[in-house]
């Protein structure tokens, strides 16, 4: 604490000294607490059976500091609910409830909406972010950035809907990809994403969450300004997985998200360093940028050796996607072999698989603490063990000091 001038103006007088006192240290800068984010999705609550109340039994509520509800849709220029049933329409019952008290017909807010709102009574540190697009569902930006202004008052529109007012606390734009190709390609220039973020600062304001995914891909980093694009966010989500192993393709095997490169590594910048420094070479802040970590895993066939860079005959099947596993089925049906690039891989029974485990994930998170990163994101949480083993290693590797 300062002396007050006056003060300290009487005590040098009284000293018989006519020095000036030195000037007070300037406060050590505050850091905001490192953010743990998951993304929970609609479709979730269908196949995998993966409820807002999993969130609550296996304790990731009491790590999360975000969560990001996956997805809202763009259409027509605006934004608009995804699937009103599984949002607000689908009674929930009392074993699937956050509280274990069942939806009443005609009565509250009910589907994910409304238990969401269950959890973030019990746990009031959570805030919760509705995300807009995703892989399939990217196409309606290029409307929307047409008139970023009108997109934006639609979206506050939908947030501040009565029926759920005050649930949300910001919007997560998943564009993919955006002045780029995705699925489908974009054309809307590099300003583009940029311009919607900005629009929908000012429409809801300072404190509000306003967020971007960002791709990992070196040359899909060139086509957008990003850099402008972190100025209005909150942060940015950088999809620092799915570099390999995405489609029905005969190998070589390797991992989809390593940390850094190794010998061997089809393509040398296909790594989170990379895409990191890719990022921070844009000039985007650090204390901007969330590492992105995969629960699942991606996996080949007919593969007749551990070591990667083997060949395959295609896909691994997978439960709901070929290729494609969540972790919590893979840590028990095949579980780790090997170590590379960061990364975990497992060879079982002619598969090839590779996925983050706690142990991994841990290094990751040193990394983005090394980095001064302002932490990390989950895509997606139905795809943790039922104890949340991953998200709790994640939480616990970025609060060490």
């Known amino acids: 604490m300062r002396v007050k001038p006056v003060l300290a103006a009487l005590a040098l007088l009284l000293a018989g000294c006519s020095a000036t006192p030195p000037p007070a240290p300037a406060p050590a800068p505050a850091t905001d607490p490192a953010k743990v984010v998951g993304y929970f999705t609609d479709w979730g609550v269908y196949g995998r059976n993966f409820q807002v109340r999993n969130l609550e039994t296996s304790g990731a509520a009491g790590e999360l500091t975000h969560l990001m509800y996956a ?4 259409s027509d220029g605006a934004c ?3 699937d009103t049933w599984a949002d607000y329409e689908k009674p929930v019952s009392a074993a699937e409830s956050v509280d274990g008290a069942a939806d009443v017909p005609d009565e509250g807010l009910r589907g994910n909406f409304g238990q969401l709102r269950k959890l973030k009574a019990r746990h009031p540190q959570l805030r919760v972010v509705w995300s807009f697009g995703g892989w399939s569902g990217s196409a309606g930006f290029g409307a929307a950035a047409g008139d970023p202004a009108k997109f934006a008052a639609s979206c506050a529109k939908l947030l501040r809907d009565r029926r759920w007012a005050g649930l949300f606390d910001g919007i997560d734009i998943d564009w993919e990809y955006p002045n780029a190709c995705g699925l489908t390609c974009d054309k809307s220039g ?21 967020t971007a995914a960002v791709p990992a891909d070196a040359g899909k980093l060139t086509t957008s300004d990003y850099a402008d694009v972190a100025a209005p966010a909150s942060w940015l989500n950088a999809m620092t997985y799915d570099f390999f192993g995405t489609g029905d393709s005969p190998g070589p095997t390797a991992p989809h998200s390593p940390l850094t490169s190794y010998p061997g590594i089809p393509q040398a910048t296909a790594t989170t ?11 985007i802040p650090a204390g901007k940028i969330l590492l992105g970590v995969g629960f699942y895993g991606r996996g080949w066939t007919g593969v007749a050796s551990a070591t990667p860079g083997a060949q395959a005959t295609g896909a691994a ?3 709901y ?14 579980p780790p072999t090997g170590l590379v690039g ?25 990394y983005a603490q090394n980095h001064h990163l302002a932490g990390a994101f989950a895509w997606e949480l139905g795809g943790d063990t039922a104890d949340a083993q991953l998200l709790h290693a994640m939480a616990d590797g970025l609060s060490r000091p």
């Open 317 to 319: 099947p997978g439960s």
């Open 71 to 74: 997805f809202g849709k763009v």
């Open 342 to 366: 960061g990364t975990a891989y497992a060879f079982c029974a002619g598969q090839w698989w590779s996925y983050d485990t706690p142990q991994t994930i841990g290094t990751k998170m040193a």
């Open 80 to 82: 608009q609910a995804g």
């Open 190 to 210: 590099p300003d583009a994403l940029g311009g919607l973020l900005t629009e929908l600062r000012k429409e809801l304001g300072p404190d509000a969450v306003v």
């Open 273 to 283: 360093d990379a895409a990191i420094q890719g990022l921070l070479g844009l000039g």
């Open 321 to 334: 996607e070929k290729g494609l596993e969540d972790y919590g089925v893979l840590s028990r049906r095949c």
